[in-house]
């Protein structure tokens, strides 16, 4: 069974930090890019930030500087540390891994930042 288990969401102030956690199981996750996307109140889900099997690694414009992704392939987890944190990161975080023409989709996790 394949499941993508994201973790670390929170409450948290303006300013702090948070670390999203997201771990793998029941496909090859070496081969797989992964992908964290968040989902506000009222809009659409975007992307954030993706790190490929190769460890390329992108950022939407707005957490440039302020987010890292990060991935241990020997613990099947990618990381998202979130530093700086505004109000608009506030949002549902999902983790998404694809490759080998399949997509999968983990559960998602509130982060909440207050002003």
């Known amino acids: 069974e394949v499941q993508l288990q994201a973790s670390g969401g929170g409450l948290v102030q303006a300013g702090g930090s948070l670390r999203l956690s997201c771990v793998a199981s029941g496909f090859t996750f070496d081969d797989y890019a992964i992908g964290w996307f968040r989902q506000a109140p009222g809009k659409e889900r975007e992307g954030v930030s993706c790190i490929s099997k190769h460890t390329g690694i992108s950022y939407t414009e707005s957490v440039k500087g302020r987010f890292t992704i990060s991935r241990v392939n020997a613990k099947k987890t990618v990381y998202l540390q979130m530093n700086s944190l505004k109000p608009e990161d506030t949002a549902v975080y999902y983790c998404?891994?694809?490759?080998?023409?399949?997509?999968?989709w983990g559960q998602g996790t509130l982060v909440t930042v207050s002003s």
């Open positions: 998404n891994a694809e490759g080998m023409g399949s997509n999968y």
